[in-house]
């Protein structure tokens, strides 16, 4: 991949992935098993790039800021994109180098990556977990935040989705499951300011009839031509919105299948 | 924006036939007349049969259509003239070694028809003319370059299509420049950065872009990109491909009062049948000559037959003249429902290709609302592409459909409320 790729993917892999921790957090028992007692915030960040994330811990509960903080934490520094891509793919052992703070917490460190197995475990979960309709809607959750948030990297950041982005029109796009998960993205000139749950007044929205499809959707094995045909997917509103976004949806799914 | 219920055509048909496709066609329909950019549920997705303005679907719903298969029919559906010429050809010969001497008398019709025109190029569809027009403008000035205005639709080949759609590459585009409609500056600051690199400019008539108003030349506009062009060697070509013979039979650069080197026409030439044509002026001619460009149905002689009788017909009854009128009536009449429910309609485009935005609503969810209660009710408006009149439409179908479009406003309201 080339470096500007590699860059995108790092900026995925801390802006987007990373921070679905917040939200695992919130129900999985191994998660807060793990994170017991931690206080101490733990910022990965990538060697010479303005990119960091940083991971604050409090009442058994994961707190994300997707940027660096000025208190005492433990950094753990990656020496580039790649290696950063290859870590959080599995493709590496090695691993990001501490600040003077991690050293002080080897045991903790110790715990990071199990930590961070954690977000796989719903990202690219079993045919089990899917059989149960609450983790199903947990997974559908995580990947349509983490779909959220990655679209603002690759729009404001790969070099090719760049130009297209800056041509979409501005506007509100919202993006739910029927009665269940969902997300909102802000497109303005260019920037892109995604959130989690519903928007008050989309100027599009597209909405997924059943968690089934949307799953499908987020995994891409879903005609989505076919699907808003047969009214599984129903979209409004701004629909050159919502198109001008499904090429950068297209070059995520690409980004992650990598 | 709560949709409200209401009655109206049912289409278990069309969807049932749709969930059969998706089994083994990409996207079911795909293109154009995919349902993605309608409202589904609301809106057919087959044809059974189809007469004069009216087509029936499957379902058995019969539809006032103003989409004219999005441009084709402008004579209406199954026209006795344009079948009987298309059947006399094809009781003699179609697709053979050779083209048909039909051939000839289409050219040289055109030719006598169109100002600008002194050879004429045959192939199917819109797109084969936008891409041999820019093939042939590339031959004639030895330049690489194409200026086209954003947005404007050309056809689906890799070089007008956007970035972003399946297959198509940031390479693709490696000669292709942007210029905002209407700006003339922006056209003249561009062709001076790229001196001597531009081959050709082309855009489309006016501005008609799915899912936005319709933006008509600004004065002087046309003129001054003419002018440029000219200077400057730049071969100036008009994508009619959508507009043309509905605003003047000599081609939409005779309507805005300017003269294109190249026009491209397809949908209205043949009245439905598949024809396309670029014609172009005599010092165009002999590049036009040079550039290989071929397909195995594109000298069949049933459509070019179909094509003269269409182009001599329209000329006959001055269907120009009645198709404004009617286009008209149809805008005039939705106005006026529009500001007796208290919502200002926005027409938009010339009568005879118009179409509307609710003032207040620039997300056009009113659009959607209201076109597919239109439709729902037996008149085929379509929410976000501009619609099509024809010869075929008559007061009294216009007038049933200000009826439909009367209580389908209603639930506009309701919607609102």
């Not at chain 1, 917040?22 to 793990?34: A, L």
């Not at chain 2, 298969?69 to 402008?74: K, L, S, T």
């Not at chain 2, 390479?171 to 003249?188: A, M, S």
Request: neutral net charge; hydrophobic residues 40%; charged residues 25%.
């Amino acid at each position: 991949m080339e470096a500007a790729k590699e860059l995108v993917l790092a900026r995925i892999h801390l802006k987007a992935i990373v921070p679905l921790l917040e939200d695992i957090s919130e129900f999985d028992s191994e998660t807060q098993q793990i994170i017991k007692g931690w206080s101490k915030p733990i910022q990965f960040q990538l060697a010479g790039e303005d990119v960091a994330v940083t991971l604050s811990f409090r009442e058994g509960k994961v707190f994300a800021l997707r940027d660096r903080i000025n208190k005492s934490k433990i950094t753990l520094t990656f020496s580039n994109a790649e290696t950063l891509n290859a870590i959080f793919q599995g493709r590496s052992k090695k691993s990001p180098r501490p600040n003077l703070t991690g050293l002080f917490h080897l045991k903790k460190l110790l715990q990071v990556d199990p930590l961070l197995k954690r977000i796989e475990y719903y990202m690219k979960p079993g045919e089990k977990l899917l059989e149960d309709h609450n983790s199903l809607e947990q997974c559908v959750r995580l990947t349509l935040y983490a779909m959220a948030f990655g679209v603002k990297e690759i729009g404001e950041h790969d070099p090719e989705m760049k130009p297209l982005a800056e041509h979409l029109p501005d506007g509100l796009v919202e993006i739910r499951v029927k009665d269940g998960p969902a997300v909102h993205i802000t497109v303005k000139k260019g920037a892109f300011t995604p959130a989690k749950g519903r928007a008050e007044k989309p100027s599009a929205y597209l909405e997924i009839a059943d968690m089934e499809t949307a799953w499908n959707m987020v995994q891409g094995t879903l005609d989505q031509y076919a699907a808003i045909g047969s009214g599984k997917i129903k979209i409004r509103g701004l629909i050159p919105l919502i198109d001008g976004i499904n090429p950068i949806l297209d070059r995520l799914s690409i980004y992650m299948a990598d | 924006m709560a949709e409200a219920e209401s009655s109206g055509y049912q289409f278990v048909k069309s969807a049932e036939l749709f969930e059969r496709a998706s089994r083994v066609i990409p996207g079911a329909i795909y293109g154009h007349m995919s349902p993605t950019l309608m409202v589904p549920g609301s809106y057919p997705f087959y044809t059974l049969k189809a007469e004069g303005c009216r087509y029936t679907d499957i379902d058995g719903n019969e539809f006032i259509d103003y989409m004219c298969g999005y441009g084709p029919m402008i004579l209406g559906y199954k026209h006795k003239i344009v079948d009987k010429a298309a059947a006399e050809q094809q009781a003699l010969a179609d697709t053979t070694n050779h083209p048909g001497p039909i051939m000839v008398e289409l050219a040289e019709y055109m030719v006598n028809l169109i100002p600008i025109a002194d050879w004429v190029f045959f192939a199917k569809n819109g797109g084969d003319m936008t891409t041999y027009a820019i093939l042939a403008a590339r031959a004639h000035t030895n330049r690489k370059k194409i200026v086209t205005i954003r947005n404007h639709y050309h056809g689906v080949a890799p070089w007008c299509t956007g970035f972003g759609h399946g297959g198509i590459t940031a390479e693709d585009h490696t000669n292709i420049l942007k210029v905002e409609w209407n700006d003339l500056e922006g056209f003249r600051q561009l062709v001076k950065k790229h001196r001597d690199q531009i081959a050709a400019f082309i855009a489309m008539p006016y501005h008609h872009i799915t899912f936005e108003e319709q933006i008509m030349p600004a004065p002087g506009y046309w003129k001054g990109l003419e002018s440029i062009c000219r200077s400057e060697g730049i071969v100036l070509i008009l994508d009619d491909v959508r507009a043309g013979f509905r605003l003047s039979l000599g081609g939409s650069g005779e309507f805005f009062g300017f003269e294109p080197d190249l026009i491209c026409f397809s949908k209205a030439m043949g009245n439905g049948y598949p024809i396309s044509a670029c014609v172009g002026k005599k010092a165009l001619m002999n590049a036009a000559a040079k550039v290989f460009y071929t397909g195995s149905f594109w000298m069949s002689a049933v459509p070019m037959a179909a094509s003269l009788a269409t182009l001599k017909n329209l000329k006959e009854i001055n269907a120009v003249e009645k198709i404004e009128r009617m286009g008209k009536m149809l805008i005039n009449g939705l106005v006026e429902i529009g500001n007796r429910h208290g919502l200002e309609i926005s027409p938009s485009g010339p009568p005879a290709i118009p179409f509307i935005h609710f003032k207040e609503d620039p997300n056009l969810y009113l659009n959607q609302i209201f076109c597919s209660e239109v439709t729902k009710r037996g008149s085929f408006f379509h929410p976000h592409h501009n619609w099509f009149l024809s010869a075929a439409h008559e007061e009294k179908d216009i007038n049933e459909t200000l009826n439909h479009a009367e209580a389908a406003m209603k639930t506009v309201k309701a919607s609102l409320s």
